[in-house]
Structures are given as structure tokens and as C-alpha cells.
């Protein structure tokens, strides 16, 4: 590909005194790449016969807390990673995890002044292979990462490592997220058996459900306070998020704020024929009265949930913690029950998120690049599942404590969260230790043998852990052979993005709103399109193209 030109002035300025530096330390291009590790210190768990240093940028939390005496650079993690590769860590700069971590990257950017590993986003990265200041690891990924978490990575057909990989070099390693099915529809399954009412299982059998609750008032609300819908101002196209509507969108092939392929071409989801469907189909809906009328101006959707005005809403697989433990501890007659709602063929149509979600990335020249894929290795394989009982790092998170990894690099399964499902089923049949799981599903896994203990009279955070992590989880497990996943081919931010995206989004943003609550016509629809594209779309569409033909 052709290399990209620096986005940020101050590079460019900086970039014949960054390569007098580089070129001072003694680095060069032959040997940036070349690991100053032996054969056996190459291996994932090899350790290093003499101790070896390596700076990071440290995003710290917000509300820092660690063990009296500890500190990001020596505790019970670092110490671990001490104990088995012989490598220390030192901050070259710590930073609140956010703006404030961003904004730091973006000095060391400008400056050339790199820790020898830090975490970056998708426009930090092109950044830095543009102006060739981080290592290429496509060797050591090879020699230094294991086979399980070659595995983990592979589980996403290729493509979280094609994110971080230029001209066929792999130049940085990601942290994974994994896909399932983004949302589901959790509804009143109580005002249902009220009202004498199947379960849902396509979009028309939810639209005759939620007419029935508007019209009957189940919760006994009073006249015209029933709420069917619970839906957000922002509609759709943020994956996994509640009280948005792509569950209903996608059955119309809508996509809005993905950037994907129709008929060969990259096209923007939001501005799509089969978008301006779905906007007239939620119009409908709205002019029946199920969304909810105040849909435009209401801020905390939460509230009508928790005080039981609210008979249904979009959300994911985790809805049943929040805001549903909430809404359960106020009234726990409240029977809420997640749905996967499919379309009349018996499909389920949903876009993937962005499978690589922060990229940790090694200096150029720095002597041990294959660190960053042992530490990688160590922290989401040995620790997970040979060291699970390793007490230290156990009392580490059972105390709260957080922050303690120099890097907080996660990479699973793609399958992550139905693994997660069927791991506490196991646990819970006596078919696995339950002090094997992970501390998150050991907690969980309490709860539900609570739950278990008397189901008709559970507590909030006992029905919380039984319907995620066993009705939420299993029901999509079971769903996912019905799954047509569509695939963004874009997740970045181009120059025009940078520039105009924020506008354009409050556009879409407002265009949306009007039409899915009647304040204009579905035909708004095509002047917004026009105008999104003479106000910088066309552009920026160019720019996608450009960049996804690249990777």
C-alpha cells in the first residue's frame, strides 16, 4: 500500500530530528526487528536468563486502589510476571484511563518519545506505522505467543489481527471483543400471562404484543401511561447498547453507522434505501402509540423500567444487571424475560462489532519485542488456566483491587461469552471445580446456587446471575446457528471523520429522531442523505475505501 501521510503536523515537523535520535541510539533498520533473545527465551514462557527492563504507558483507573505498599509498577501482577519471564516493568508515563491516556499517547506520537510498549487506538496505529516508529511482530508472534492464544485469535476467522496488520506485517497485537448477538428483547413476560399472550418470536409477533399492553395496561399504570417500547433518542448503530433498535432495523437489512458492503461497494449503513424502511417502519409503530410517546425528550429511559411503566425494551445479554436488578428489587413480581426476535424466514440478521478493540504496540528498536506477546500469553493463558488458584493474584481481585497489570492486554474466545454460559452449567451439574472459574463466574455461579435454592423467592442479585448467565446466555447459545453476521469492513477514524464526523453525526442523529417520532416524513430521509454527502460523506467515503483496501 501506499504509505499514509502523518495526520498530525507536529510529526512532521519533528520527524527529521526523530530519525537523528533513532539514529544516535545506534538503531537502524536492519536490526529494530531483530529480538536480542536466545532461542529459548523466544518461547512463550521463556524466561530471560539476565532481567530484562521495558517501559510502558500506563492507563491507570479513575479511583485508584491497590494494596498498601503496592504500586503500578510492583505488585502481585508485575510480580508474577517477574516470578516467571525475569522482566520488569517501569512507567514512562501513567495517565486516567480516557482523555487524559489519549492525550498522553499523542505527546509521545508527536515527540517520538515512545514507551517500549503502550496501548493505542485504530487512528494511534496508523499514526505510528506511518512514520515506521513501531516493530513489526509478525516474527515473534510466531516464535513467543502460545498455541491456545493463537487459537483465541484464529476464533475470529483472521479478522481482529488483519486490523493491526499493514502490507502483510503484523504490527500490533490487539485486545479482542467478542461477537454473539448483540441485543435481544426483554419484555414483561408477567403482564404477558396476564394478558393471555404467546411468546414473541418475530417482529409482528412483538408489535401485536406491545398494542396489547398499551392498550390493557397490565401494570394497571392508569389510562395512556403504559408504555410499550422503551427506545433511545439515538436509534440505532452502537453495538450491544440498550434501548436502540437495530434488533428491529436489521430486519429491513439496515445497518445504520456501519460501514459495510452492498453489491461490492463500501457504503455507509445510515444512508441506505433499506434504512429509510426501517425509519418508516419504526414510524408506524410510533403512530400506533407503542414507542414511547415522549421517546424525543426523555433522558433516562431506566426510570419507566424501574417504576413499571415500561413493558419492554432492546438490550443485551447483560440487561438482567443493569437495569434490571434495579427493577426486580422494586417490584420483584416483575417478571422480565429476554427474546431473540427473528425474521419471518427464521433468520437472525446483525452486524459484528469491531473484533480488535485497543492495539498494544512495541517501540521500534526496542531489543525485546517479543515481550509483548509472552506477557500477552502468560497474563490470558497460563494465569487463566494453569495458574486460576494462583492465591496472590486471587486476592488480588477478590479485594477489589485493580490496575495491578502493567498492560491490560484481554484476548478470549470469540465464543467468550457462551464459554462463559456453559462453564457455570458445568460448575453448577458438578461436571467442573467451581473454584476453576474465572472470579467474575465464580461470583456469579454463588449467586445462581442461591437462586437455585429458592427460585420463587430469590433475591435482585441472585435473579440477576440466574437470567444473564444462564437464560440470556443459553437462549443465545441456542440461537446462533440462525445468526447471518454481517461484517463491517471499517471501524477507524479517516481525516474528513476527524473533521466533520461530529456534525454529521448530530445530522443523523437529529434526522432519525424526526422521522421515527412523525415529526417529518420518511422522505426527509433523501435530503439528508444528499446533504450528508455534500457535507463531507462523499469524502470520508473515499477515505474508507482507501483505508479498508489497505488492510
Known amino acids: 500500500m501506499k504509505i499514509r501521510k502523518l495526520v498530525l503536523s507536529a510529526v512532521i515537523l519533528a520527524a527529521p530530528l526523530l530519525l537523528a535520535a533513532c539514529m544516535s541510539k545506534g538503531d537502524s533498520g536492519a536490526s529494530d526487528n531483530t529480538s536480542k533473545a ?129 502490507n502483510g506485517k503484523l504490527m500490533a497485537l490487539p485486545s479482542t471483543q467478542t461477537n454473539n448477538i448483540p441485543t435481544m428483547l426483554w419484555i414483561r413476560k408477567d403482564w404477558m400471562d396476564k394478558l393471555h399472550l404467546a411468546d414473541p418470536k418475530t417482529i409482528n409477533d412483538v408489535e401485536k404484543i406491545l398494542k396489547e399492553f398499551v392498550a390493557k395496561d397490565p401494570g394497571n399504570n392508569g389510562k395512556g401511561k403504559t408504555i410499550g417500547l422503551g427506545l433511545s433518542k439515538n436509534v440505532g448503530g452502537n453495538y450491544a447498547a440498550l434501548f436502540q433498535a437495530d434488533d428491529i432495523m436489521s430486519k429491513f437489512d439496515s445497518f445504520p453507522r456501519q460501514w459495510i458492503k452492498q453489491d461490492g461497494k463500501i457504503v455507509y449503513g445510515s444512508i441506505t434505501p433499506q434504512t429509510k424502511k426501517a425509519l418508516t417502519y419504526l414510524q408506524g409503530w410510533f403512530k400506533e402509540g407503542i414507542i414511547d410517546p415522549q421517546m424525543s425528550v426523555r433522558d433516562k429511559i431506566e426510570t419507566v423500567i424501574t417504576n413499571g411503566q415500561c413493558g419492554a425494551f432492546f438490550g443485551p445479554w447483560w440487561s438482567g444487571d443493569y437495569p434490571l436488578t434495579d427493577a426486580y428489587k422494586n417490584n420483584p413480581k416483575a417478571n422480565w424475560q429476554p427474546y ?51 492465591k496472590p493474584i486471587v486476592e488480588f481481585g477478590k479485594k477489589g483491587y485493580d490496575g495491578g497489570k502493567p498492560f491490560d492486554i484481554l484476548v478470549n474466545y470469540a ?65 446462533l446457528k440462525d445468526v447471518e453476521e454481517v461484517h463491517p469492513v471499517f471501524f477507524g477514524q479517516t481525516k474528513t471523520m476527524k473533521q466533520k464526523g461530529a456534525n454529521l453525526a448530530k445530522l443523523e442523529d437529529a434526522t432519525f429522531l424526526k422521522i421515527v417520532t412523525n415529526q417529518e416524513s420518511p422522505d426527509k430521509f433523501d435530503d439528508f442523505v444528499k446533504e450528508w454527502k455534500k457535507l463531507g460523506g462523499d469524502q470520508i467515503t473515499k477515505e474508507v475505501e482507501k483505508d479498508a483496501a489497505a488492510h
Open 38 to 166: 536466545t532461542t529459548a527465551e523466544l518461547k512463550p514462557y521463556g524466561k530471560y536468563s539476565q532481567s530484562v527492563t521495558y517501559t510502558i504507558g500506563k492507563a491507570i483507573p479513575g479511583a485508584p486502589k491497590l494494596p498498601k505498599g503496592d504500586t503500578y509498577e510492583n505488585n502481585d501482577y508485575t510480580r508474577y510476571i517477574k516470578k516467571n519471564l525475569n522482566a520488569v516493568s517501569k512507567d514512562k508515563f501513567e495517565a486516567e484511563t480516557g482523555d487524559n491516556y489519549d492525550q498522553k499517547v499523542a505527546m509521545a506520537i508527536s515527540s517520538g518519545d515512545l514507551p517500549d510498549i503502550m496501548a493505542v487506538n485504530q487512528s494511534q496505529l496508523e499514526q505510528l506505522v506511518d512514520n515506521d516508529l513501531i516493530a513489526n511482530l509478525s516474527s515473534v508472534y510466531k516464535t513467543s505467543t502460545t498455541k491456545r492464544i493463537k487459537a483465541m485469535y484464529d476464533s475470529y476467522d483472521g479478522r481482529a489481527l488483519q486490523q493491526a496488520t499493514f
Open 415 to 479: 465464543t467468550a461469552t457462551t464459554d462463559m454460559h456453559d462453564n457455570i452449567v458445568k460448575a453448577l451439574d458438578g461436571k467442573k471445580d467451581p473454584k476453576t472459574l474465572v472470579l467474575d463466574d465464580y461470583q456469579n455461579y454463588l449467586k445462581i446456587k442461591d437462586y437455585d435454592k429458592d427460585p420463587k423467592h430469590p433475591d435482585n442479585n441472585a435473579w440477576s446471575g440466574h437470567i444473564t448467565r444462564i437464560v440470556s446466555t443459553g437462549k443465545m447459545k441456542a440461537a
Open 340 to 390: 431473540i426476535i427473528k425474521d419471518n424466514s427464521g433468520k437472525i440478521k446483525a452486524y459484528t462489532q469491531n473484533t480488535a478493540g485497543t492495539f498494544f504496540v512495541v517501540r521500534k528498536g526496542f531489543k525485546h519485542p517479543e515481550l509483548l506477546p509472552k506477557i500477552a500469553s502468560l497474563l490470558n493463558d497460563k494465569l487463566v488456566y494453569e495458574d486460576y488458584d494462583y
